[in-house]
């Protein structure tokens, strides 16, 4: 691995080689040599005493590290998976190509104030925290408070440092970022915190890619790979920390083989348009590193109400192979390549109280649910699976 981002970092190439050498030795299961650490306000950051986090998973020690090592200024990490390699920013956690994640970190016990407004042009946008586990315990959303209304709103943890993200689902007429006058003003204890450039941000998350994707790569992929070539089910609320999930949104997952060529094929029907339905579309991923190598939005299907006949297959011959006219509007290429261990997810985000997906909350919480399970509540919005 070659990286060549350490002259624009204020300490230079430190924090790089500490973020990726020691996220890494942490998944490795060992515990870094340095009792402190350089953080990003300039003072240090105390570690754990040795054997003091030696339960702990080393997901959580990992992002933990993460977490302390870029305090200390506003929106300084963000994530964007992107199939353009100038583009692409911490692809982690199975993410869609139209969404962006900005990330401030804050210490445990201290009090973030943000203040701010959603974007007019976001189809979806929410500000949640998570802890050191990648599981949500706070968060706020355009349905809650409105877009272009300024708002003002506090998170804090007692339990362990956190992070806030701001999730903002672009459309196709507005696919640019978030300007740095429509990001969120952000104080903690008080204190302004300086809004760091997108081109810092970026950085970011390009250095941080790796060492990330290998540490929740690592807690999540022997998990929920066990089954391939299945119909599309959700996995069990447990087998979800590290990836950060939206809380509003739900997803169905399956692990096509894709061997000789074979394509998996999925037939379905966009949701028709309701209050609080905000987005339903697919994403193609690498589970040994969650990243995502290719999606489809429900605007790429042809909008709310179309249906769809979606070829996940490694490449464009395979589909063809297997029936895909370029021809048919209904007809869409969800590639993966050469991933080594593929996924296919089905996103479904709604804002509403137990509507698509969170109808199943109930099941998720005792286990994994059933395809027909998840038939049963999203009925033509269901995406049957059949292999070509």
Known sequence: MSIHYAHYTRYGRQPIVLAITTVSLLVAGCTPTPDVVPDQAGGSVVDQKPGENSRAPKMERALGFVYKLYRGSAWNILSHASDDRRANSLNVAMPDFSVEYWVTAFKKDTTATLTGSFPTWARYAALTAYGEDGMPFASVNMADKGAGRTFTTTFTSTESDFVVLARIYRTKSHPASLTQAEKFAVTVDGEPWKTASETKARLNGKVLEWPIQHAVGHALAKQLTSERDMQMFRPADASLPGVFPNEDARYMITYPSLKGGQCAVFRGRVPEAASGREFYGFMAVEMKTTATVASLSDEDLGGWGSTYTVFACR?????????????????????????????????????????????????????????EQCQSVLGEAYPTLSFQ
């Open 315 to 371: 490449n464009e011959a395979n589909a063809r192979s297997a029936g895909y006219d370029s021809t048919d509007a209904s007809h869409h290429l969800l590639l993966a390549g050469d991933v080594k261990v593929p996924g296919v997810i089905l996103r479904d985000l709604n804002s509403a109280a137990g509507q698509g997906l969170k109808a199943t909350d109930a099941w998720a919480e005792r286990g994994r649910v059933a395809p």
